[in-house]
């Protein structure tokens, strides 16, 4: 064998990713979208990612380029291991066979047309004669194309083979056994892919896995700091993701083996024999996302707390001396006081223990109450009403609750005694809105329809969070958590309930009337046609956050899991307020990071770190210089929002205001909209969730 030339390259991290391409990193449609978020972690961390398919060298090319991927890749179950020049540095040295188009090959395959000439040899031996055999080499581009559902370009790539020759077997299943049993007679092998079965030599994935760790072994050893570290102090980590059984070798080769589910939710096979394997529930690249970001996810906590105190100093630069605070700067796109923004920077407040702030903050809007007991949807810097829109119930509440969570903080019975008049008038407001009707619900008992009545016991809003003309009347559950929380919270400072609403009643019929039997639902519009909204929403996460159930409770656990498939974003990441569809894209469509957060707290509470990591990480990679923005968009969703609000004549000032700050900005240069940049809401969510992270964790 020849020696490779001796070039240079700097040293690479001690972990090796080895991955299979079909139903792992690649769904159905052989898009890898649903993986790019690990994908992206493997190179931040310079990890390097090898490809390990039956596939072709052709085939892995495009898919190396499409992905960036520039490591060496193995091909056709093991038949050639392809090394890129200058991949390695001058000082390692390997054997290899040939060379071509800028790879150093090893070939531990036998040679395509030998495989295919011992296949037909054996096909038209007598004792065969029941068998029929379809190989590639038989086929048209267009006959594999009808056969595998392969595009014309995908097709011709898969039939330039060099070490392995796929095919099918057509007859009963005695004479394909045997038939199989004569390959391995011939002293060949032969493996089971999805599709087809694969005629190959005595290579494998896992023989190949292993003469390439101890290439990397020597690299490691190489640019160690001294240049002479001993093998004992070299550990390289191998991880293997596979879903079939021709992934078994390469499972068994690898130090962490990890089986997905295939398209149909099962697993291949079940690897007892493979030590330590680990099924992965995920189809495909979700499972094989999901691999990679457990394992090399790992939270900056330094750059975490440095948000953190940027969060705080964010927060009481928008805090006037009247105790108002801002949603965003005064020459953002929000210079006003929204009480429900306003509550949530108070909880902050309260979080960070910085009481002087938060009473006087809870000062501003209680002084601003409407007669009728509710707060205005907006006020100005001197605590005048400002609204451009109804009353939204949800500010009452979760003024409401910020009150009680300072009492229940600092325990000021003074303060509590001056504004008890006030409490009581907002708890009055709220009683006035609660929405009550018996509803006939038919129940099947007995194999029989018996119609039962159930009162349906819910606030009513004027306007929903969304700001969104066909959800902005109606029983929203946003609306209702915050409320029932507030009362719930009230209850606890101040002693025996007074009021008079019957928790218990509103607990049942959110629980009722809100769960659709998938996840709870956004709003039930009363009065309309259309009496429901049944779209998935993250505020629906509320009911969790202001205490109407408990994370662990089967219900929250599957509406979260149903936010989390409906609504992060498979570009960009985060959690999204809504689905596409539905049309208010303010500023584009996109993820929102004081939802993100909410979503956050989930995993906190149930103790699961790694998905907290995963949620905060994304957080602390989308901040701009220690800010974080309104949501994000991709620089097309933005333009788009911005083309539809001119034709629509929806274009007001202060929208143009934020289109002009978004497009002045660093991110939009790199095809990212940033909507006001910074937002309280935001850091102040950042600042709770980041409080109950080190409480549970650190």
């Given at each position: 064998?020849?020696k490779?030339?001796?070039?240079?390259?700097?040293?690479?991290?001690?972990?090796?990713?080895f991955?299979?391409?079909?139903?792992?990193?690649?769904?159905?449609?052989?898009?890898?979208?649903?993986?790019?978020?690990?994908?992206?972690?493997?190179?931040?961390?310079?990890?390097?990612?090898?490809i390990?398919?039956?596939?072709?060298?052709?085939e892995?090319?495009?898919?190396?380029?499409?992905?960036?991927?520039k490591?060496?890749?193995?091909?056709?179950?093991?038949?050639?291991?392809?090394?890129?020049?200058?991949?390695?540095?001058?000082?390692?040295d390997?054997?290899?066979?040939?060379?071509?188009?800028?790879?150093?090959?090893?070939?531990?395959?036998?040679?395509?047309?030998?495989?295919v000439?011992?296949l037909?040899?054996?096909?038209?031996r007598?004792?065969?004669k029941?068998?029929?055999v379809?190989?590639?080499?038989?086929?048209?581009?267009?006959?594999?194309?009808?056969?595998?559902?392969?595009?014309?370009?995908?097709?011709?790539?898969?039939?330039?083979?060099?070490?392995?020759e796929?095919?099918?077997?057509?007859?009963?299943?005695?004479a394909?056994?045997?038939?199989?049993?004569?390959?391995?007679?011939?002293g060949m092998?032969?493996?089971k892919g999805?599709?087809?079965?694969?005629?190959?030599?005595?290579?494998?994935?896992?023989?190949?896995?292993?003469?390439?760790?101890?290439i990397?072994?020597?690299?490691f050893?190489?640019?160690?700091?001294?240049?002479?570290?001993?093998?004992?102090?070299?550990?390289?980590?191998t991880?293997?993701?596979?879903?079939?059984?021709?992934?078994k070798?390469?499972?068994?080769?690898?130090?962490?083996?990890?089986?997905?589910?295939?398209?149909?939710?099962?697993?291949?096979?079940?690897?007892?024999n493979?030590?330590?394997?680990?099924?992965?529930?995920?189809?495909?690249?979700?499972?094989?996302?999901?691999?990679?970001?457990?394992?090399?996810?790992?939270?900056?906590?330094?750059k975490?707390?440095?948000?953190?105190?940027?969060?705080?100093?964010?927060l009481?630069?928008?805090?006037?001396?009247?105790?108002?605070?801002?949603?965003?700067?005064?020459?953002g796109?929000?210079?006003?006081?929204?009480?429900?923004?306003?509550?949530?920077?108070?909880?902050?407040?309260?979080?960070?223990?910085?009481?002087?702030?938060?009473k006087?903050?809870?000062k501003?809007?209680?002084?601003?109450?409407?007669k009728?007991?509710?707060?205005?949807?907006?006020?100005?810097?001197?605590?005048?009403?400002?609204?451009?829109?109804?009353?939204?119930?949800?500010?009452?509440?979760?003024?409401?609750?910020?009150?009680?969570?300072?009492?229940?903080?600092t325990?000021?019975?003074?303060f509590?005694?001056?504004?008890?008049?006030?409490?009581n008038?907002?708890?009055?407001?709220?009683?006035?809105?609660?929405?009550?009707?018996?509803?006939?619900?038919?129940?099947?008992?007995?194999?029989?329809?018996?119609e039962?009545?159930?009162?349906?016991?819910?606030?009513?809003?004027?306007?929903?969070?969304h700001?969104?003309?066909?959800?902005?009347?109606?029983?929203?559950?946003?609306?209702?958590?915050?409320?029932?929380g507030?009362?719930?919270?009230?209850n606890?400072?101040?002693?025996?309930n007074?009021?008079?609403?019957?928790?218990k009643?509103?607990?049942?019929?959110?629980?009722?009337?809100?769960?659709?039997?998938?996840?709870?639902?956004?709003?039930?519009?009363?009065?309309?046609?259309?009496?429901?909204?049944?779209?998935?929403?993250?505020?629906?996460?509320?009911?969790?956050?202001?205490?109407?159930f408990?994370?662990?409770?089967?219900?929250?656990?599957?509406?979260?899991?149903?936010?989390?498939?409906?609504?992060?974003?498979?570009?960009?990441?985060?959690?999204?307020?809504?689905?596409?569809?539905?049309?208010?894209?303010?500023?584009?469509?996109?993820?929102?990071?004081?939802?993100t957060?909410?979503?956050c707290r989930?995993?906190?509470?149930?103790?699961?770190?790694?998905?907290a990591?995963?949620y905060?990480?994304?957080?602390l990679?989308?901040?701009?210089n220690?800010?974080?923005?309104e949501?994000?968009?991709?620089?097309?969703?933005?333009?788009?929002?911005?083309?539809?609000?001119?034709?629509?004549g929806?274009l007001?000032?202060?929208?143009?205001?934020?289109?002009?700050?978004?497009?002045?900005?660093k991110?939009y240069?790199?095809?990212?909209?940033?909507?006001?940049l910074?937002?309280?809401?935001?850091h102040?969510?950042?600042?709770?969730?980041w409080?109950?992270?080190?409480?549970?964790?650190?």
């Amino acid at each position: 064998m020849a020696k490779r030339d001796k070039k240079s390259k700097k040293g690479m991290k001690r972990f090796l990713v080895f991955s299979d391409l079909d139903s792992t990193l690649l769904d159905e449609i052989y898009s890898f979208e649903k993986a790019e978020n690990g994908l992206k972690l493997l190179k931040k961390k310079k990890i390097p990612l090898i490809i390990c398919t039956s596939k072709t060298r052709k085939e892995i090319e495009v898919y190396r380029k499409k992905i960036g991927n520039k490591h060496p890749f193995i091909s056709e179950d093991g038949g050639g291991i392809f090394i890129p020049k200058n991949y390695f540095s001058k000082k390692v040295d390997f054997d290899y066979d040939k060379k071509i188009k800028g790879y150093y090959v090893i070939e531990l395959g036998v040679h395509y047309k030998n495989l295919v000439k011992i296949l037909h040899g054996i096909e038209k031996r007598k004792e065969h004669k029941n068998v029929k055999v379809i190989a590639f080499n038989d086929m048209s581009v267009n006959d594999l194309m009808n056969d595998s559902g392969l595009n014309k370009e995908q097709a011709r790539l898969a039939k330039s083979r060099e070490y392995d020759e796929p095919f099918k077997l057509i007859g009963k299943k005695p004479a394909k056994a045997k038939f199989l049993r004569a390959i391995n007679k011939k002293g060949m092998d032969y493996t089971k892919g999805g599709r087809y079965y694969h005629i190959l030599g005595e290579n494998d994935k896992g023989k190949a896995i292993k003469i390439l760790k101890k290439i990397y072994k020597k690299e490691f050893e190489c640019n160690s700091k001294n240049g002479k570290a001993k093998n004992s102090q070299i550990q390289i980590k191998t991880i293997g993701i596979g879903d079939n059984t021709n992934d078994k070798e390469m499972l068994k080769a690898v130090d962490k083996p990890y089986l997905v589910q295939r398209p149909n939710g099962k697993y291949k096979f079940k690897g007892r024999n493979i030590k330590g394997m680990r099924k992965v529930k995920g189809i495909g690249p979700v499972g094989w996302n999901k691999v990679i970001l457990d394992l090399f996810l790992d939270l900056d906590n330094k750059k975490a707390e440095k948000l953190y105190g940027k969060s705080l100093e964010i927060l009481k630069k928008f805090q006037l001396n009247n105790g108002a605070i801002l949603a965003s700067s005064p020459k953002g796109r929000y210079p006003y006081i929204y009480p429900r923004d306003h509550a949530v920077c108070i909880l902050a407040l309260i979080d960070a223990e910085m009481f002087g702030r938060a009473k006087n903050a809870l000062k501003f809007v209680f002084d601003s109450q409407n007669k009728e007991g509710s707060f205005p949807q907006r006020l100005d810097k001197k605590g005048k009403d400002a609204s451009y829109k109804p009353i939204q119930l949800d500010n009452t509440g979760l003024m409401l609750y910020c009150f009680a969570k300072y009492i229940e903080k600092t325990d000021d019975k003074g303060f509590l005694k001056k504004y008890n008049k006030k409490i009581n008038k907002a708890v009055d407001y709220l009683k006035s809105q609660i929405y009550s009707e018996m509803h006939k619900h038919n129940k099947r008992k007995r194999k029989e329809k018996k119609e039962k009545k159930e009162e349906k016991y819910l606030f009513f809003t004027p306007n929903s969070i969304h700001e969104f003309p066909p959800y902005e009347k109606g029983l929203e559950v946003w609306a209702n958590a915050t409320c029932f929380g507030a009362l719930k919270l009230l209850n606890k400072v101040r002693g025996k309930n007074k009021d008079k609403i019957d928790l218990k009643k509103l607990k049942k019929s959110m629980e009722k009337f809100f769960w659709d039997g998938n996840h709870f639902i956004k709003t039930i519009r009363i009065k309309e046609s259309s009496s429901v909204a049944e779209e998935i929403d993250a505020s629906s996460y509320a009911l969790a956050d202001f205490g109407v159930f408990e994370d662990d409770n089967k219900k929250i656990r599957k509406n979260v899991r149903v936010i989390e498939n409906c609504l992060w974003h498979k570009k960009l990441g985060g959690i999204c307020r809504y689905e596409k569809h539905i049309g208010r894209n303010n500023g584009g469509w996109g993820p929102w990071p004081h939802f993100t957060l909410m979503l956050c707290r989930h995993f906190i509470r149930l103790g699961k770190r790694k998905k907290a990591d995963r949620y905060l990480s994304w957080i602390l990679d989308i901040s701009q210089n220690l800010q974080l923005p309104e949501h994000i968009a991709t620089k097309k969703e933005f333009e788009e929002w911005v083309e539809e609000s001119k034709n629509t004549g929806t274009l007001r000032e202060d929208r143009k205001i934020m289109i002009n700050n978004i497009r002045k900005s660093k991110p939009y240069e790199k095809g990212l909209a940033y909507s006001v940049l910074p937002l309280a809401w935001p850091h102040a969510e950042f600042v709770r969730t980041w409080n109950l992270y080190k409480k549970r964790f650190l």
